[in-house]
C-alpha cells in the first residue's frame, strides 16, 4: 500500500496506470539482445520525413527560447487546410493530451462518460482520474463485418442526462475496424447538445475507404463535436509529440482554458508544420502501410490465425492461446509486439505494420513461437 494513496483524489487513488509499448532498450538490457524488431507502438517504419529532419537540426540551435505557447503557425496552417477558424483548434502534446484535456473540461464527479468495449485504453483511465464515471458499451460481436468494433446502438442506449462526455474512436485502436460516413454521422446527430462527443481520428490519414468519413467537415453542423488527430502516426512524428482538435469556438474557448500554456515544444511545432507540407512522405507512408497490411494479413491467414480486417497502421489478431505468453516468447526472438490482455482481449496480440524486412521477420518469429 502507498502511504501516500489516501491523499489522492478517490479516482486516482484505484487508477491503473497505461503501460507503453516496450522500448528497444530495456530488451536490449534484459536479454542482451540486438537487432531488434518493434512492432508495439504503431509508429510510422518511415520515420519523419528528410525536410523534417532538416528543420529540427536547424531550430536546435534556438533552444534557450520558449515556444510560441499558442502555436500561431500551425493553427493558422492547420485552420486554411480543414477552412476552419484557429480558434476552432486546440494543440496538445500529442493528442491523448487534448483528449486529457477534454475530459479535464467536462468530466467531474457524478458524470458520465460512453465509448466502446475494446476502445484505446485511455479513455478509462481519464475518465477515473476526474472522478468520473465509465459507461462502457458491448463491441460488436467477433462474427460481425466489424469484429469487436464500436457497436453504436449499443453506445447510445447507454447516453442519460449524466453523460457529458462520449469518445469514439474511428478507426478504433486496437481492433483497427471502423465507422462508416452514415452511421457516424447519424450517431452524433442523435446525441443530446449536452454531451460532449470526441471523434478521435489518430489513424485518419491511413484510411483508404471511399465510405470512411471525415469528421471534421461536421464540426460546423454539431456543435458538441470535438475532432482530434496526431502527428504521432502518419506523419512520423511520435517522438516529439503534438497533436490537436478541432470543434466550434465556444467549445475550444473552454478546452484552451485549460490548456498549458507551453504544452507543445518549439520543435514540434515546427516539425508538424514542415510535415503537413510534404505530401510525398505521406503519400509514401500510405503506400508502405497499405502493402504492409496485405502482406502481415495474408501471412498470418496462412497460419490459420484470425486477423480482424484494419485500416490502421496495424493488425489485430487472434493467436489461440495466451497473448501474453506469445508476446513473451517474441521478445526473446527480440521482436516486440503489444499483447492485449488489458484491453480484455487476452488471446490477442497487435502488431505495427513495419518495414518489409520487419514484417517478414515477424512472421518468421511467429511461425516459431507457434
Known amino acids: 500500500m502507498n502511504e501516500f494513496q489516501h491523499l489522492a483524489v478517490p479516482g486516482v487513488q484505484g487508477l491503473d496506470p497505461y503501460q507503453p509499448g516496450k522500448p528497444e532498450s530495456e530488451l536490449e538490457r534484459q536479454?542482451?539482445?540486438?537487432?531488434?524488431?518493434?512492432?508495439?507502438?504503431?509508429?510510422?517504419?518511415?520515420?519523419?520525413?528528410?525536410?523534417?529532419?532538416?528543420?529540427?537540426?536547424?531550430?536546435?540551435?534556438?533552444?534557450?527560447?520558449?515556444?510560441?505557447?499558442?502555436?500561431?503557425?500551425?493553427?493558422?496552417?492547420l485552420a486554411r487546410r480543414m477552412a476552419v477558424q484557429p480558434s476552432q483548434i486546440t494543440l496538445g502534446n500529442g493528442s491523448s493530451d487534448v483528449l486529457e484535456i477534454i475530459a479535464r473540461t467536462f468530466l467531474t464527479t457524478g458524470s458520465e462518460a460512453v465509448f466502446s468495449e475494446f476502445a484505446f485504453?485511455?479513455?478509462?483511465?481519464?475518465?477515473?482520474?476526474?472522478?468520473?464515471?465509465?459507461?462502457?458499451?458491448?463491441?460488436?460481436?467477433?462474427?460481425?463485418?466489424?469484429?469487436?468494433?464500436?457497436?453504436?446502438?449499443?453506445?447510445?442506449?447507454?447516453?442519460?442526462?449524466?453523460?457529458?462526455?462520449?469518445?469514439?474512436?474511428?478507426?478504433?485502436?486496437?481492433?483497427?475496424?471502423?465507422?462508416?460516413t452514415d452511421s457516424l454521422s447519424g450517431f452524433v446527430a442523435s446525441l443530446p447538445e449536452e454531451a460532449i462527443c470526441v471523434v478521435d481520428e489518430a489513424y485518419f490519414e491511413y484510411v483508404e475507404k471511399e465510405d470512411?468519413?471525415?469528421?471534421?467537415e461536421w464540426v460546423e453542423r454539431f456543435p458538441n463535436l470535438i475532432v482530434t488527430r496526431t502527428f504521432s502516426k502518419a506523419f512520423g512524428l511520435a517522438g516529439l509529440r503534438i497533436g490537436y482538435g478541432v470543434s466550434g469556438v465556444r467549445v475550444a474557448d473552454l478546452l484552451n482554458r485549460v490548456r498549458q500554456p507551453f504544452n507543445t515544444n518549439s520543435l514540434a511545432l515546427d516539425a508538424a508544420l514542415t510535415a503537413l507540407a510534404d505530401e510525398n512522405?505521406?503519400?509514401?507512408?500510405?503506400?508502405?502501410?497499405?502493402?504492409?497490411?496485405?502482406?502481415?494479413?495474408?501471412?498470418?491467414?496462412?497460419?490459420?490465425?484470425?486477423?480482424?480486417?484494419?485500416?490502421?497502421?496495424?493488425?489485430?489478431?487472434?493467436?489461440?492461446?495466451?497473448?501474453?505468453?506469445?508476446?513473451?516468447?517474441?521478445?526473446?526472438?527480440?521482436?516486440?509486439?503489444?499483447?492485449?490482455?488489458?484491453?480484455?482481449?487476452?488471446?490477442?496480440?497487435?502488431?505495427?505494420?513495419?518495414?518489409?524486412?520487419?514484417?517478414?521477420?515477424?512472421?518468421?518469429?511467429?511461425?516459431?513461437?507457434?
Not at 41 to 52: A, I, K, M, Q, Y
Not at 212 to 216: E, I, L, Q, T
Not at 334 to 363: D, K
Open 31 to 77: 536479454l542482451g539482445l540486438s537487432n531488434i524488431v518493434k512492432l508495439a507502438s504503431n509508429e510510422n517504419p518511415l520515420g519523419p520525413s528528410p525536410e523534417v529532419i532538416r528543420q529540427i537540426q536547424q531550430r536546435c540551435t534556438n533552444l534557450s527560447r520558449y515556444p510560441d505557447g499558442n502555436g500561431t503557425e500551425l493553427k493558422a496552417e
Open 121 to 180: 485504453a485511455m479513455y478509462p483511465i481519464f475518465v477515473q482520474a476526474t472522478g468520473a464515471t465509465s459507461r462502457i458499451a458491448s463491441a460488436l460481436e467477433p462474427s460481425s463485418e466489424m469484429p469487436y468494433g464500436h457497436d453504436l446502438e449499443a453506445m447510445y442506449s447507454l447516453v442519460n442526462d449524466k453523460t457529458r462526455v462520449i469518445f469514439v474512436a474511428n478507426p478504433n485502436n486496437p481492433t483497427g475496424t471502423y465507422l462508416s
Open 212 to 216: 470512411f468519413p471525415n469528421a471534421m
Open 281 to 370: 512522405h505521406i503519400q509514401a507512408s500510405r503506400k508502405v502501410n497499405a502493402e504492409g497490411l496485405c502482406f502481415l494479413a495474408e501471412g498470418l491467414t496462412e497460419m490459420r490465425l484470425k486477423v480482424i480486417p484494419s485500416v490502421g497502421n496495424f493488425v489485430c489478431v487472434d493467436v489461440q492461446r495466451s497473448g501474453a505468453e506469445v508476446f513473451a516468447d517474441l521478445l526473446k526472438q527480440g521482436v516486440i509486439v503489444r499483447p492485449l490482455s488489458g484491453y480484455q482481449m487476452p488471446n490477442h496480440i497487435r502488431v505495427t505494420v513495419g518495414a518489409r524486412r520487419e514484417n517478414e521477420r515477424f512472421l518468421a518469429e511467429l511461425r516459431k513461437v507457434l
